[in-house]
């Protein structure tokens, strides 16, 4: 039988068994190697706020704390979600991810 991806769409290589995680949006548990991952960094004061503390702050230019979240999704979600795009048959061999707009490096 023909194979769609050389991994299976998953990241186990030699481990039996890979423990669950929550996907975000469905609640549903998907292996954590099989998983879509996305790191999410927020400001915890929304933005209309900001401006307020720091006039108010006592401390010249305080950092506002952030916060720092990994998140999970199952494939269906994230589709769904449109976090990850279906691919053709010939760019599922692309392995680098593509450019981000406004990301210099």
């Given at each position: 039988m023909t194979k769609?991806?050389?991994?299976?769409?998953r990241n186990k290589h030699g481990r039996g068994h890979v423990r669950r995680v929550r996907c975000e949006s469905s609640a549903?548990?998907?292996?954590?190697?099989?998983?879509?991952?996305?790191?999410?960094?927020?400001n915890i004061v929304d933005a209309s706020a900001i401006r307020d503390l720091q006039d108010a702050c006592a401390i010249?230019?305080?950092?506002l704390?952030?916060?720092?979240?990994k998140v999970y999704y199952s494939i269906s979600?994230?589709?769904?979600?449109?976090?990850?795009?279906?691919?053709?048959?010939?760019?599922?061999?692309?392995?680098?991810?593509?450019?981000?707009p406004g990301f210099r490096k």
């Open positions: 769609k991806r050389r991994n299976g769409g549903m548990l998907v292996p954590k190697d099989k998983a879509i991952k996305r790191f999410i960094v927020r010249e230019n305080y950092a704390p952030k916060i720092y979240r979600a994230a589709i769904h979600s449109k976090i990850v795009r279906v691919r053709s048959v010939k760019n599922r061999r692309i392995r680098e991810p593509p450019k981000r």
